[in-house]
């Protein structure tokens, strides 16, 4: 499998070429704005649970287009600051911060933030660590460690395999499908891995959530983008052949794999 980790230059949301585009930056030039596994609806399961404060320092990493971050920006927050290697994510969330003073959106990398020691009190990341390597989804979980403040909250949500002793046969047979459609190398861990991936850089499980993965159905499309936005979206990929022949093959390759294929949300804490 190729190495897919993103660069600067990684094809972004307004790539011209619907044969090269990454999955999530086609289905966002379509017009969808959800763009993670369990739906709009795991997403705010997650910040249930997050229960942001007005005191509290939040970081996104990978806002893509910044549906969270319109959510979260709606509520209570000290800060927050989105960080993205992606030039185009960059302009898109940037026009979500537009008018919030105490927001920005910087360029980086999750696997080295540039951000202070302790400097967060939340840390949300959404569709992002799936698509890293072993290696890097662990430098990852311990760069998180490291922005948190103790006693701070890392909630994320991500892609899953299940059952947790799934065969590796299975794991290696949906990660290469996953990447041949989407054109991110996407490696899923089991509901165990994530957690030993968070409890390994030393955080405690505090909360975790789970929905189907069903990202292209047309029913969770309307529940994500609401009626509007569905048809939008509908009307653009009806109008695009290219756009539509590649998203009816992340749907299939969903549905072949729903038995093992799901999404998950997890809530981590620093010790205070
Ligand atoms: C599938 S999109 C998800 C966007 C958004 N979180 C959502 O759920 O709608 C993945 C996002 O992660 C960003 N990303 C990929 N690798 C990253 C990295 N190493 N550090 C930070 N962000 C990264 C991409 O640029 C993109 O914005």
Do not use: C
């Amino acid at each position: 499998m190729t190495d897919t980790s993103y660069t600067e230059n990684a094809a972004g949301p307004t790539t011209s070429d619907e044969h090269r585009a990454a999955g999530h930056w086609l289905l966002a030039k379509m017009g969808k704005k959800v763009l993670r596994p369990g739906g709009i609806e795991l997403t705010r399961k997650l910040l249930t649970q997050l229960n942001i404060g007005t005191g509290d320092k939040v970081v996104e990493l990978g806002p893509g287009i910044g549906r969270t971050a319109e959510i979260v920006l709606a509520g209570n927050y000290a800060t927050y600051i989105g960080v993205d290697p992606n030039q185009d994510a960059r302009a898109q969330i940037a026009k979500v911060l537009a008018g919030h003073h105490d927001a920005s959106v910087v360029q980086g990398d999750a696997r080295n933030n540039g951000l202070p020691d302790a400097s967060a009190d939340l840390v949300i990341s959404e569709a992002m660590l799936t698509m890293q390597s072993a290696a890097d989804k662990q430098k990852i979980a311990d760069e998180v460690f490291r922005t948190l403040a103790p006693g701070g909250r890392w909630g994320m949500h991500e892609m899953s395999l299940r059952p947790d002793d799934v065969d590796q046969s299975v794991v290696d047979q949906i990660s290469k499908a996953l990447s041949r459609t989407i054109k991110v190398g996407a490696r899923p861990l089991t509901a165990a891995d994530w957690t030993k991936l968070v409890t390994d850089a030393g955080f405690e499980l505090e909360w975790q959530g789970h929905n189907s993965m069903r990202l292209v159905d047309p029913t969770r499309i309307i529940a994500d983008e609401g009626l509007r936005g569905a048809l939008r979206f509908f009307n653009n990929v009806r109008r695009n052949p290219e756009a539509r022949k590649r998203i009816l093959a992340m749907r299939k390759v969903f549905h072949d794999n729903q038995q093992n294929l799901g999404a998950i949300a997890l809530v981590a804490r620093k010790p205070a």
